[in-house]
């Protein structure tokens, strides 16, 4: 079992910039799946970036694609979202997940995800 937490979040203004952090203990992510996704006020979870388990492949929702970044580190032990030209509408919960079985097909999907962090606050606002 892998532990997931998340830090970075805060409050910006509109127009501002990012990043997320995600640190996992109990084991390295090599051979995960990671992404991240969110939840706003009354919203459900959504997802808003992975990169797959093999290949690096990177996949991005269309409300950040431009202006999202995932990465993770060599060590694969912490992944990043690194958010750019926040606005009124990023704000939310950011939840980092990973697991190691996932397949393709579910790395958009919330129950994909065996392994999840506790959340981090973004709030964009003037």
């Known amino acids: 079992q892998v532990q997931l937490v998340e830090s970075g979040g805060g409050l910006v203004q509109p127009g501002d910039s990012l990043r997320l952090s995600c640190v996992a203990s109990?084991?390295?992510?090599?051979?995960?799946?990671v992404a991240w996704f969110r939840q706003g006020p009354g919203k459900e979870r959504e997802f808003v970036a992975a990169i797959a388990r093999t290949g690096g492949y990177q996949y991005y929702a269309d409300a950040v694609k431009g202006r999202a970044v995932i990465s993770i580190d060599n060590a694969k032990t912490t992944h990043y979202l690194q958010m750019n030209s926040l606005k009124s509408e990023d704000t939310a919960v950011y939840f980092c997940?990973?697991?190691?079985?996932?397949?393709?097909?579910?790395?958009?999907?919330?129950?994909?995800?065996?392994?999840w962090g506790q959340g981090t606050q973004v709030t964009v606002s003037s």
């Open positions: 997940a990973a697991d190691q079985n996932i397949i393709t097909s579910s790395l958009r999907t919330v129950r994909g995800y065996k392994n």
């Open positions: 109990g084991r390295t992510l090599r051979g995960y799946a």
